[in-house]
């Protein structure tokens, strides 16, 4: 008697376990039903929740990359394919004159004189489909780009769409309004997901045992690579792919390889076919909105606080600094006004990001009121492993450098405050250039130049045989540099360069080849 006590004990906690993990009812599935209320159902065993993809195709996408799909004529994107020019795609307009995919250019531009053609961009195609993979980020976290698709895998959201019908709608009607007729198919596996939306066919199966009868009628060549293997496939009389499935194995990998029976076998789901998820950037975007407005900048600083504060919470979650931020502000007259803030390192505390964020707006001045402040963040660094000393209190002499240069350049602005580095020209002139703050140089030969270059050498005047500089004597030192360059442009100098000294300063001169005269080109 104890022991059936236990069991039904045993049965009771296992159901309380796993009622909750029931799953939801699938496009094909039948509805689960419900035990009579005061029944006690028997106990169950916990339900694997299968794994479900959804692909998607885009029959469009060289035109939609290039921007190309709201043309009122004939248009289409062509690829060079060794020697001649392939039609990769065309729009609707240009289909109707039977261009199609795969023809020649010419044979196109024959059937339609007055065709538009633009060059294939593959990395436009790139950034289209990852902006669309990140607008897929909004139904699940599994987000795929294989090839010219993009794989989802929704498994674990049907529940929170209200089911696999009602998310496969959003998918759909949400890529539509980004894309022209794209073709969108769920299967039990990725490979055979992928396979349906290559060939045009929109699915939506549940269960593996169903997966045979969706692609059966598919063309064989669909999952075979190379030229070499299609034409065995039309000796071998196969033209489906369920002629493929009835073929024994041993046979199939000996004469075809052994990829095409794993490819058959991950479509059925009888092996493994991961997919690497992509991992979207950690875009940061926080507003704060002014109902009667505020009249001055001073103001906006309680809530310049509150969103920093939000924007460090989000680096310290996502383990990455910001490299750059953007304030942006609209008043009621509806004109808008950017403010970028500097950073010279990533950053993400928020107290030294106010504080740049001050210096920043000291150079804004608006008279209407403002009503709109947003804050966005999308250039990110990785959070670098520290190997600081647990006790050091003071900062390092290179952080005291880049604060000063980010206080400089956020209350100055970025170009007022530039750095100077080194051309190889042995003109001085045309020997130095702007760079960003902070880059290291080298100098050439190891060559002394001083750090202050007039624009214009200034004269030296000569008396007695000495080189006066105003009521100062120059002193010349012995070693002497001779630069004779520039012929190529018709700015060519000759002259011999020293090194001077007077009882205040250290001088830069030369002496002119060509006239004699002497003059004073900077100061060390």
């Known amino acids: 008697m104890r022991q059936e006590r236990l069991s039904i004990v045993g049965q009771l906690h296992q159901h309380a376990k796993y009622r909750t993990a029931l799953p939801v009812p699938v496009c094909d599935n039948p509805d689960f039903t419900r035990s009579p209320s005061g029944t006690l159902p028997k106990a169950r065993h916990p339900v694997v929740q299968q794994p479900l993809w959804v692909a998607v195709s885009f029959p469009f996408l060289p035109l939609e990359a290039l921007g190309k799909t709201t043309q009122q004529q004939p248009t289409a994107v062509y690829a060079q394919r060794g020697q001649i020019h392939i039609i990769i795609t065309s729009n609707p307009l240009a289909q109707k004159s039977g261009i199609r995919s795969g023809m020649t250019l010419t044979a196109a531009q024959v059937l339609n004189p007055a065709l538009q053609i633009v060059p294939q961009d593959v990395s436009a195609e790139t950034d289209w489909l990852a902006r669309l993979a990140l607008l897929a980020g909004r139904w699940t976290p599994v987000v795929s780009i294989v090839g010219d698709n993009l794989l989802l895998e929704i498994s674990g959201s049907t529940r929170l769409f209200g089911g696999v019908n ?85 046979g199939l990998a000996r004469r075809l390889g052994p990829d095409l029976v794993h490819q058959l076998d991950k479509l059925l789901g009888k092996q493994a076919d991961p997919q690497a998820a992509i991992t979207p950037p950690p875009v940061f975007q926080q507003a704060s909105v002014f109902d009667p407005g505020i009249a001055n900048t001073e103001q906006l600083m309680p809530f310049m606080e509150i969103l920093l504060g939000k924007l460090q919470a989000h680096l310290i979650q996502h383990h990455v600094l910001a490299e750059q931020l953007e304030w942006h502000l609209l008043n009621d007259s509806n004109s808008s006004a950017r403010i970028p803030v500097y950073l010279t390192h990533p950053r993400r505390n928020a107290l030294d990001l106010m504080k740049l964020c001050r210096l920043a707006f000291e150079r804004f001045q608006t008279r209407d009121l403002i009503t709109h402040l947003s804050l966005k963040v999308n250039r990110f660094a990785p959070l670098p492993s520290s190997s600081e000393d647990l006790f050091s209190i003071l900062p390092r002499t290179a952080d005291r450098e880049a604060s000063l240069v980010e206080r400089l350049q956020n209350r100055l602005g970025r170009q007022a405050v530039q750095g100077i580095g080194m ?57 002497r540099e001779r630069i004779c360059s520039g012929w190529w442009d018709s700015q060519s100098i000759r002259r011999d360069y020293y090194h001077a000294k007077t009882a205040a300063l250290r001088a830069w001169v030369f002496r002119d080849l060509d006239s004699g005269i002497w003059r004073l080109h900077g100061i060390f």
């Not at 969706?214 to 293997?229: E, M, N, Q, T, Y």
């Not at 214009?456 to 007695?464: A, D, E, G, L």
Request: hydrophobic fraction near 40%; charged fraction near 20%; proline fraction near 7%.
């Open 423 to 479: 051309q190889p020209d042995h003109r001085p002139e045309k020997a130095w250039s702007r760079c960003a703050v902070g880059k290291a140089v080298a100098l050439p030969h190891g060559a002394q130049r001083p750090l202050w270059l007039f624009d214009t050498p200034r004269s030296v005047q000569m008396s007695n045989g000495q080189l006066l500089l105003g009521s100062q004597s120059l002193l010349l030192q012995r070693p």
């Open 166 to 250: 009602q998310l496969l709608g959003k998918i759909r009607s949400g890529l539509a309004f980004e894309a022209q007729s794209p073709c969108v198919s769920a299967m039990p596996t990725a490979a055979s997901a992928l396979l349906c939306v290559r060939n045009g066919k929109s699915l939506c199966i549940a269960t593996k045992e169903r997966i045979h009868a969706a692609i059966r009628d598919l063309p064989a060549s669909a999952v075979v690579a190379g030229a070499k293997k299609e034409r065995a496939l039309k000796q071998y009389g196969i033209s489906t792919v369920g002629d493929l499935l009835r073929l024994p194995r041993d």
